[in-house]
């Protein structure tokens, strides 16, 4: 069974553009959950995905967006980019039927904002 | 509000010594606590969790142990190795399905 693959896994943006990542859940996994990781700052919960809806979301604001789509992939973007957004971006997929259950993460797409 | 909170930052023990993370929740309807063990480079994995209706789970070196009413959890790894030497991260699982993390704890395992 094929991993949770995330796209791109680095990238390189200016202040101000905007930026699109993309994951992939393993086959069968209907949540789709997103985290930023910062040296310090461990893993900062983005916002969960569930069958294509929003199911829950952190302390972001409005520029950090997502979508889920029905073969369950998810993207989220990041507008008006700033310094702070540089960071390790992590997908992680779950059956979801349940709100417990393993987090298997992807290898996460490193963002860096110059 | 919700949080989780998790000590020490960083830790050094020495090989076959134990090491113990503790961590904190503010939610009292929380009812799964997983543990994510991250090396470097590489992804974060799951390698314990506890649900709320259990005191303390075991798995080989590894045991996690549960204190519903100070709210709080740790994880205690006996006879450590050099392999052993990752992040570490807290988690819990609110009722309404929102994830928290710890903000990990760096062990070090000095052969």
């Known amino acids: 069974k094929a991993g949770v693959t995330q796209t791109p896994r680095y990238l390189i943006k200016t202040r101000g553009q905007q930026v699109t990542l993309s994951c992939s859940p393993i086959s069968g996994h209907r949540s789709v959950s997103w985290y930023q990781q910062t040296p310090g700052q461990g893993l900062q919960f983005l916002f969960e995905y569930f069958s294509e809806t929003q199911r829950n979301k952190g302390n972001f604001p409005g520029r950090f967006s997502g979508r889920q789509f029905s073969n369950s992939r998810s993207e989220m973007n990041v507008s008006t980019l700033e310094l702070g957004d540089s960071a390790l971006y992590l997908c992680a997929s779950r059956s979801g039927l349940f709100n417990t259950g393993e987090l298997f993460f992807g290898e996460g797409s490193r963002l860096t904002v110059l | 509000g919700e949080n989780v909170e998790q000590h020490p930052s960083t830790l050094s023990v020495q090989e076959g010594d134990s090491a113990v993370i503790k961590c904190t929740y503010s939610?009292?309807?929380?009812?799964?606590f997983p543990w994510y063990k991250q090396e470097l480079g590489k992804r974060p994995q799951l390698i314990i969790d506890i649900r709320s209706n259990v005191g303390e789970k075991k798995d080989q070196r590894i045991a996690v142990t549960l204190n519903k009413t100070a709210k709080h959890f740790s994880l205690h790894i006996t006879e450590t190795q050099p392999e052993d030497s990752a992040v570490y991260f807290c988690a819990a699982i609110w009722s309404n399905n929102d994830m928290r993390f710890g903000a990990g704890t760096r062990l070090t395992v000095k052969p």
């Open positions: 939610d009292s309807a929380s009812n799964y």
